[in-house]
């Protein structure tokens, strides 16, 4: 069975600051991929990245960035410079298979304050 | 272009009562996929279409819910006997394969229905 562990339940930093969100997940299968949704308080969930297990490069997209590491099982989101637009629910998942379910953490809540 | 579009918005109902929600997915996208996010928590997978056929149902709680998806495009989630225990968030996302055989894993959600079972 596969599992998404997000630890942090609730963050709340002040803008500008860096900010990490933790996620560490559980599968015996070799082959899977790593999401990161975000859920603002709109309620729609808007995917930010897929991760596939055979490709450990860390990635950066503007103000985001990914780091994915299998030794350890965890694939870390971290915001530098916040932003109160930031706010919002982040959500974690795997995949085991192309296309299939979606397996989500329970989520962090990020407030980012001005 | 549109994205996933989800109907009714919300829906109230009283225990007992039969409910229908209905999801339209992206022009084109050939799987389909319901999940329900209770409050403070992360969505949790219910079935998985893959055209007109449900690929996956293990998530279904029981056979009060059902799913349909019969022209391989709108889909139908239906809750018979409703409880208030079904009060929840219900999600659609799509996702399709990419071009030039690369395979699209990203699901794409709808804004969801609220289902508040009085």
């Known amino acids: 069975a596969q599992k998404v562990t997000q630890a942090q339940t609730e963050i709340s930093v002040v803008e500008k600051e860096d900010v990490t969100l933790d996620c560490v997940y559980e599968t015996r299968d070799t082959t899977y991929y790593l999401f990161w949704y975000k859920q603002p308080p709109s309620g729609e969930l808007v995917f930010l990245i897929r991760r596939n297990s055979f490709d450990e490069q860390n990635e950066i997209s503007g103000r985001y960035s990914w780091n994915f590491q299998k030794s350890t099982s965890s694939f870390n989101f971290t915001i530098t410079a916040s932003q109160v637009v930031d706010s919002a629910v982040y959500f974690c998942?795997?995949?085991?298979?192309?296309?299939?379910?979606?397996?989500f953490g329970a989520g962090t809540i990020l407030r980012v304050k001005s | 272009g549109a994205g996933v579009s989800q109907t009714p918005s919300n829906k109230v109902t009283e225990k007992g009562k039969y409910v229908e929600l209905r999801c339209d997915p992206i022009?084109?996208?050939?799987?389909l996929y319901w999940y329900r996010q209770s409050l403070g928590q992360g969505p949790e997978f219910l079935i998985y279409f893959q055209g007109t056929g449900a690929a996956d149902d293990s998530g279904l709680p029981n056979d009060r819910f059902f799913a349909v998806r019969p022209e391989g495009s709108v889909s139908t989630l239906k809750i018979q006997r409703t409880e208030r225990g079904d009060s929840a968030v219900y999600l659609c996302a799509s996702s399709s394969p990419g071009l030039a055989g690369e395979r699209a894993y990203e699901q794409y959600f709808g804004p969801g229905t609220r289902l508040t079972v009085t």
């Open positions: 022009s084109g996208h050939t799987a």
């Open positions: 998942a795997l995949s085991v298979r192309s296309g299939n379910k979606l397996v």
